[in-house]
């Protein structure tokens, strides 16, 4: 018996519930903040070994036999998941002990942030498609409380619009759910890969692979679903707009990834053929969107749309190549893309704003703050030998492979036009002096409890160079990734395993 | 908030015990047949809420004694802790554990974790809808 597939979970339930129990002290819950995700990060660390050495770690929930039980199952991709989701509620834990702001303890910041994790590693590691379903549902509770503290009038107009597209998303995924437990009578994930590729009406297969397309599409704001996404995330306190953008779209890709690898793999010229021209339209429209703006926290979430394309069209290839890029992707860019909003925390601590035009002149005042910046900027843009280089690289490799060489191009401009932006960043908020007429206060941020917001910003660029210069191992969990990923029979095995005999 | 009902206040304090009552009936009969820490905590919360209607927020507070956050935080943690006893048996997360003796007057009686759960979701549905309602309350008084 494997207990390290459950633990993930367990783990921040049991904190959350402890941190709501001491919601008096905020001492406490500060301290069960960081103890219990770093707690959380160590058995997912044990959880990549495990699956590392054993290929699949499955466990039958209270003991009822799949596919009737729930079970948790996890795979390289979703121990690789869950690690990264250990790593960034870790260094948001750390992060907001500088600053989240004692009304936000009050109404519950900690036990919300652990709720939260919970809910993604659920997804990740569930087996089970309406089991999937409710830790949606619990990662949208969690995520819509974390939204709105604060109370402001911006945060409630970028939640009502979170919420809405998120419920419509649900129902959908919920009529998905439903027609295929009408097609196959069963819920379990590796029961329905089974038994659909027996199914011959294989036109409602697809319509259902369609909408589950749509219901995870509007979850990862994959074009053309994406515009909730910028109107949310620039209005929540800076570490859960770090938390949001690093893996709450990122469950929604993940999704994809699953269901297009285990279930929809019979009719994969058609559905990876829409998967296709839909990474290249998120790509396009979301670099074009940051383009345009002038906000920080809204540039970057615009790069979180284009660069999901890339991790979708990784996807859609479905060549080994193309999946190891893909993921490789998702690795490189939950860290990168995590740092670049903690960043942009500090510098709205020393400026009191996020507009690129009422800020400048950091980098003289401040240059360690610039070198950390230009580490994930560039390597977002995928300048070697930074972590997106090699993501990058990857995927675009495995496109010319396929010769999908138009798809190529629309990557490539896409790259450009993303190290504009950041360079865009970079010269209005550090390199160009302090516009005149707006008063240039730059408050401490190298003194007190605001010490707390370097660690996880030093960490996390340590590791987007190391990912880059020691890229490996990085590749070689990515690689076997990939293979179980092209292989589901495997995964179908580790689940069923004696109960097809 | 208050409103001053001589009926109903004079019922609400015959009915809170009553009601009190009913939901650990159903709390304890929900294990074979309908019924559960769901229902029963939703019907003490009720109950504690016809009380607040016919009295106070204040006077609501003292018959509760205890804050409505400490109900959901010590629910939450004996829900997630019934899950754990089965792993020291060499079983999954959430494997009922039961446990069998005999007591006087009851006999036979089996406690298990299914049980714990049950009550921790009792006092989570009880904790939760009483610190909106609480606070709601508050606020428009």
């Known amino acids: 018996m494997m207990m390290s597939v459950a633990l993930p979970i367990i783990v921040p339930l049991l904190v959350g519930a402890l941190s709501v129990m001491l919601w008096r002290s905020h001492f406490a819950q500060r301290a069960l903040g960081v103890l219990g995700t770093g707690l959380m990060l160590a058995v997912s660390i044990w ?83 309406f089991n999937l379903y409710v830790w949606f549902e619990v990662m949208l509770v969690a995520s819509f409380a974390l939204l709105i503290l604060g109370g402001e009038r911006a945060q409630m107009e970028g939640a009502i619009k979170y919420v809405t597209l998120n419920l419509l998303s649900s129902m959908i995924f919920l009529t998905a759910i439903g027609l295929t437990y009408g097609l196959t009578g069963t819920l379990n994930m590796a029961d329905i890969a089974d038994k659909l590729s027996t199914v011959e009406d294989t036109g409602l297969v697809t319509v259902i692979a369609m909408l589950y397309l749509v ?142 035009k ?144 | 908030m208050n409103m001053h009902s001589l009926i109903l206040r004079t019922t609400g304090h015959f009915l809170l015990p009553l009601l009190l009552l009913f939901s650990v009936f159903l709390l304890l009969r929900g294990h074979d047949e309908p019924g559960g820490g769901f229902i029963g905590g939703l019907v003490a919360a009720a109950a504690i809420l016809l009380y607040l209607f016919s009295m106070d927020t204040e006077s609501a507070r003292k018959v509760l004694r205890v804050d409505p956050r400490d109900l959901l935080g010590a629910g939450m943690v004996l829900a997630v802790i019934s899950a754990i006893p089965g792993v020291f048996r060499g079983q999954a997360f959430f494997t009922a554990q039961w446990w069998e003796f005999t007591a006087p007057i009851f006999g036979e009686m089996k406690l298990s974790t299914v049980l714990i759960f049950d009550i921790g979701v009792y006092l989570v549905v009880i904790g939760s809808v009483l610190t909106i309602m609480l606070n709601l309350a508050e606020a428009e008084d």
């Open chain 1, 215 to 356: 219901a995870f599409g509007v979850k990862a704001a994959a074009f053309p679903f994406f515009f909730w996404l910028p109107a949310s995330y620039h209005t929540p306190k800076v570490a859960v707009s770090a938390l949001f953008a690093a893996l709450l779209t990122k469950v929604g890709v993940y999704a994809l990834y699953r269901v297009f690898t285990l279930i929809f793999n019979q009719e994969v010229d058609y559905t990876h053929e829409i998967l296709l021209w839909v990474a290249a339209a998120t790509m396009l429209t979301g670099v074009l969107g940051a383009a345009a703006h002038y906000e920080f926290r809204r540039i970057l979430s615009f790069h979180i749309i284009s660069q999901i394309g890339y991790m979708i069209m990784g996807l859609a290839l479905f060549t080994p190549l193309a999946l190891v890029g893909g993921v490789f992707y998702i690795m490189h860019h939950i860290i990168v893309k995590a740092n670049l909003f903690l960043i942009s925390g500090i510098t709205f601590v020393m400026k009191g704003t996020h507009e690129l």
């Open chain 1, 47 to 129: 959880l990549l070994a495990d699956t590392w050495e054993h290929g699949h770690v499955v466990m039958e929930m209270g003991t009822w036999p799949a596919p009737f039980g729930i079970v948790l199952v996890s795979d390289m991709l979703a121990a690789i998941m869950v690690l990264l989701t250990g790593i960034i509620g870790f260094a948001t834990a750390i992060y907001s002990l500088s600053g989240i702001g004692k009304m936000s303890e009050k109404f519950g910041y900690y036990p919300l942030l652990h709720l939260l994790l919970a809910g993604v590693n659920g997804a990740f590691l569930t087996g089970d498609i």
């Open chain 1, 358 to 501: 009422l800020m400048g002149g950091i980098y003289r005042t401040h240059p360690m703050l610039g070198v950390l910046f230009l580490i994930p900027a560039l390597s977002l843009a995928g300048l070697p030998p930074l972590s997106g280089f090699f993501a990058k690289f990857i995927i675009i490799r495995a496109g010319i492979e396929a010769e999908a060489y138009w798809v190529v191009a629309v990557a490539l401009v896409v790259g450009l036009l993303t190290l504009y932006s950041m360079i865009k960043i970079w010269a209005e908020v550090f390199w160009k002096a302090q516009p005149e007429g707006v008063e240039g206060q730059t408050h401490d941020v190298t003194s007190g409890p605001m010490i707390w917001m370097w660690i996880p910003v030093i960490m996390l660029a340590l590791m987007t160079v190391a990912i880059g210069l020691y890229g490996e191992p990085i590749y070689q969990m990515a690689a076997m990734s990939a293979e179980q990923l092209l292989d589901p029979s495997r995964y179908i095995e580790a689940v069923l395993g004696e109960a097809r005999q």
